[in-house]
Each structure stands twice: as C-alpha cells, then as structure tokens.
C-alpha cells in the first residue's frame, strides 16, 4: 500500500495548474480562429440553402406560368371574419 506524500500532492497541484494556464493561452490564440472557421462555414451554408430555395421557386414560377390558370377565392371577401364572442360584457360604476 503506497502513501501519498506532501510532495507529490504540490506536484500534482502544480502540474493542474500549469495545465490551466496554458490551456487558457492556447485558447486566446486559437479560439479566434476556430470561432472564425464556423462562422464562416455557417454562413456559407446559409447562402447555399438561399440558392436553393430561390432555385426551387423559380422552377415553381416558371410551371405556375405555362399554365396561365388564375384562381379567385371569392368565398372569403362575401363573407368576413366573424368575431368571437367571449362572454357579456358588464359595466361596472364606481360607488362614493
């Protein structure tokens, strides 16, 4: 059975807090541009997602037009939207 020594418990100590400090100056030297890289990836995919819905709505636009169909919902302007009714409404006087 090994005991633990006075020595090796400010080792080790020591060692923990070497490695915190120089993995907090690694991070301010690459955090900066790993942040970067996924900004800039994000974005890219965020422009290429754009291209492809504005591709898709303009295939849909372009069939829409060959078929020169055009629809009217009349049903809506006749009739508006009702309101609902919640409940009475009670006025209420002050008393002196």
Do not use: L
């Given at each position: 059975m090994q005991l633990a020594s006075f020595s090796g418990?400010?080792?080790t100590l020591f060692y923990m807090i070497?490695?915190?400090y120089v993995f907090k100056f690694l991070a301010k030297l690459f955090l900066p541009i790993l942040v970067k890289k996924a900004v800039e990836k994000a974005g890219?995919?965020?422009?290429q997602q754009q291209q492809y819905a504005q591709q898709q709505y303009a295939q849909?636009?372009?069939?829409?037009n060959n078929q020169d169909e055009i629809?009217?919902?009349t049903a809506r302007s006749k009739n508006p939207k009702e309101t609902k009714k919640v409940g009475e409404y009670v006025d209420y006087e002050e008393i002196d």
């Open positions: 418990f400010v080792r070497m490695f915190y890219e995919n965020f422009q849909n636009n372009r069939r829409n629809i009217v919902d």
